[in-house]
């Protein structure tokens, strides 16, 4: 299982980056390497050059801008697992993290690698959408924005032109006092989610004032539960509540394989949702 | 070596433990694994060393139009790329001796000639300067083939492998008693349909294969070798023409075996011929997709069995059909996982007739064999499954169900009308009863039922299961260790067994040192290679502490005897009154007298001594230990699981191996073998399967599919080694101890999640899966 | 463009200067190249961690890293753990423990334990178990490797104080 030949660049910044992605044949960006190193070794990535981010300035850190959690592309899972900010203010994006892979790809894997990879059961993919995060893209044309809720295109594949790169991503903070919870059901600890959930709740004078409910797992991209949202606004939460809101999971459309048919994601969805909202509620302050 | 040396009965090894046996000392082999030092396959290198890749068929059946190399040869650093044709002087692969017959023309080729027959199956080979450029190159290979219709169902009927041949190339059949009687006048038959999935033993480290022809000595060498050399070693003489001392296997270290790695593959054969005609070392390391379809699979058994009780629930007769999905070829085992599934399938119980037909059937899947506890953890599933349907449909107690067919104690050794891999079945010794209550005591069982109500009460989905277990070990015919101490007081002992990883040299050096008085830690053991001793089977069976350990204790004892018959020459002191410790003769009261070392006694026995005229100089033993009969180590497995209702996850909370092993040289390396057991029978029960599609493409093919159980998967695990019935058939009266961890794990966790569930009998096939438990449990919980 | 570029890296505290094909991954570059054959290969597709090493102190899997990424980098094998006079006090635990038997998953698990401990130097059992997670093993069901652990915390808790 060695990788077919390809020709290898080390640019150093983004507009070499760029340049590169505009003017080689057939490229593949390389962040983190945890999904691209086995897809190259098993030869079922096979591209003609190499272009590795690892070198390039400026992508990686973690800071707070204009009342969002800014994190570029090239920062490391376990960096951003253990970044104080993120356990204060985003700690649905850590408990996440608990779920990606293991202790030593989450030091090498990055969030937008992960993020760009578009896997349908990767758990930073579905919990940028609960939290409605933004890319930063950037191109030959410029800089642009990109919701996540736009970016993914279709399986595997993100709305990003040839010559675009994903440089940061914005994750607006939720106010304090929020409750969150990301769960999974996968086969074994640490592997890929067969479905997974994320819930964040805000409940002021004992009524939910804000809700985002997410499942991983079930379509190409994630899926926002909108209706379920709708309905728990203004409810008050109470055990049916929750479970009215999970029980919408039994009306999805979700992928089916031999392993995890169709209904049997939806009975994960229905039982992981009621599991992230109970535990959200919980943890979130003004349940009163 | 001494021709026909008469059999001379050796003294037992005392019960206890002793200096060395029964301790669990440290291992001998563990300060290279440490430090990184090993010498496993894929870190043997020799100069001008060529690589070698497979070509690997990509439809599970089809005729082979043609096979195109051109464009392969023309790859850089590519030196030659082989199709059947290059090969067509090697015959088809033998498989070891076996009663059954008819089975020859299934063997397979070492390159697939008209037909390919398996997803995976090596088509061609290139050879190249480096193993990045060998898989560029092989990708270059086209072969053209025409599909042909698959057969992936063994219960269905049989199709053509060959014109004039169907894919049922054997039917093992075996009978006793009056089995018509018996269901004539039951008080009630249970009727079960039960399946275990395909799944193997999968060590971590992937097959490798490293030929090297030494034209100096005009000796072909294999090196990356394990398990079963001897035999090995006289099979690739005879299919390459070369006479066997001609060819040498070598055996470093062994990334565990589990019974799928050292049986003769194609890729063996390939690498000895072409280092032979390339005149340059070959190469070969598998890659874990390689792994994953080419070599031996194990499991997959469909069952259709029928028990007759009385109205006590004592077994009256069991008749059994069964389906065993073998691949698409005959391997080195033949149809030996078929006939020990048939022979062990009454396990501990008292059973007046029986009948089983096992169906050896061929399929277009990855060839089948031997894998840890081989046809023992299928039967163990089956035979337990009827246990508790017996309890379910009497009303009975699973527990008191299986009290009522225990052969006792008193009856032991009991014969069964059966044989299974050319021996009779006698179930040496063994207190199966006994060793129930101290399981039953140690897991606190009755507390737990308790305990369970208790869970469930408060809406918790938990249960308990048990499986009891007879394993098989010690399969001889005879293996031999040779003893030597050198001028310095060095203890060298060579032995015709082979590692998979377990401790091997450990254990012989704790017998060794007992026998002789040294210290187990300078006793240095070689195995696994045919270059240093004749004669050899292997490591297989769990036979190596029966059958070579017995060897070297004789052996040990009989350079004993001779170094303190010289002793007491020099000593002046009556042979009787001395004892060796720690290399020195001394005498044995303790009391100051003269001493004298195993050193200086070697050193008086060199072939310039003239004390040795006329006799063979050296102080040093070969001796053999024969056995017509197995051993029977035999056990419990204790499970307690609760499954989420939610997901149907099943998770293991609390497991308790108990295991008679008749004697624990190395208790802590007996652990090992329980608890790495059951780990592995943790995978076949819950979460390891080779599934495929319907054209045959393998769907488990990376370590994203085939889920091997992390340290998250494991539960809390208890181990209780017992002694209480040393094995009468040998001088330690030892039983194996590779296999028991793993026997019974697929039936008690079956019978767990069946607890669980509040629904006997719901858990018919293994692995259990997540969709499946949430289906049986009804919905939405 | 080049097939291969010459990269200048420390192992084990040796400085190495060498070239290698671009394409050949970590694992293959340490154990071909510069003979280090204690980092093995189990997968190459990054789930069973026996390829795992130490670089820049943090433990990663050494067949999803290209050698050439590791350029400037300071690399600990297996075979960097111990001295040549005393092994590690993980490498002296797991022969005490009994946490190895065919020896093959064991240079993973004894480079993820050693940055694992320096990170968590007091862990529970339960701390070890997560941190060995990704790490397969075939043999010997884990537990004898979690006791193997806590003894060596232990130790170089002792040996610190």
Known sequence: MKAAPFAYHDPRNVEEVLHLLATLENPRLLAGGQSLMPMLNMRVAFPDHVIDLNRVEGLDGVTERDGALRIGAMTRQRDVEEHPLVRARLPVMAEALSFVGHWQTRNRGTVGGSLCNLDPSAELVAVAAALDAVLEVRGPAGARDLSIHAFPEGFMTPALAPEEMVTAIRFPFWPAGHGHCFTEFARRHGDYAIVSAAALLMVEGGRVTRASLTLGGVAAGPMRLREAEAALLGAVPSEEVLRGAAARCQEIEAMSDPQAPAWYRRRLATTLVRRALETALARAGGAA | MDGLIPVEERPALAAGPGDFVGRSVTRIEDAPLVRGEGLFAADVNFTRQLHMRVVRAEFAHARILSVSTEAARAMPGVVAVWTAEDVADIPLIPFRATKVRGLEPYCQPVLARDRMRYVGEPVAVVFADDAYRAEDAAEMVVVEAEELAVLLDATAAPGEFAPGLHTEPTIVRKEYGEVEAAFRSAHAVVELELSVGRHSGVPLETRGAIARYDAARDVLELHGTAKKQHWNRDEIAR????????????????????????????????????????????????????????????????????????????????????????????????????????????????????????????TNKTPSATYRAPGRFETTFVRERVMDAIAARLGLDRIEVRRRNLVTAAEMPHARPLDTLGVDVVLDSGDYGGLLDKALSRFGWDALQGELAARRASGECVGAGLAFFVEKSGLGPSDGVRVAVDATGAVELVSGAASVGQGVETVLAQICAEALGVDYARVRVVRGRTDRIEFGNGAHASRVTVMSGSATWKAALAVREMALDCAARLLQLPSSGLTIRDGVVMREDGLAGPTVTLAEIARGMGPNSRAMHGHTPGLTAERWFWSDHMAYPYGIHLALVRIDRGTGRVVAERYLVANDVGRAINPMLVEGQIVGGLAQGLGGALYEEFRYDPSGQPLSTTFADYLIPTIAEMPVVDVLIAEDAPSPLNPLGVKGAGEGGTNGAGAAIAAAVDDALRRPGAITALPVVPATVHRLLGGLA | MSDSRRIALAVNGVQHEAETPVREHLADFLRGTLGLTGTHLGCEHGVCGACTVLVDGRAVRACLMLAVQADGCAVTTIEGLGTDEALHPLQAAFCAHHGLQCGFCTPGMLTTLAEFLQVHPDPTEEDVRVAISGNLCRCTGYDSIVAATMEAARAMRGAGA
Request: net charge positive.
């Open chain 2, 239 to 362: 299919l390459l023409g070369r006479p066997p001392q001609g060819v040498h296997l070598f055996e470093g270290h062994v990334g565990g075996g589990f019974g799928v790695r050292g049986e003769l593959y194609p890729e063996d054969l390939l690498v000895c011929a072409a280092a032979l005609r390339l005149r340059r070392p070959v190469k070969w390391i598998e890659d874990r997709r390689e792994h994953l379809v080419a070599t031996n699979h194990s499991r997959e058994q469909h069952h259709r069995i029928r028990a007759a009780v009385d109205a006590d629930g004592r077994l009256l007769g069991i008749d059994d059909v069964f389906f065993h999905d073998q691949g698409a070829y005959v391997r080195t085992h033949g149809a030996r996982v078929v006939d020990l599934a048939a022979g062990m399938l009454p396990g501990p119980y008292r059973l007046p007739a029986f009948r089983v037909a096992g169906h050896f059937r061929l």
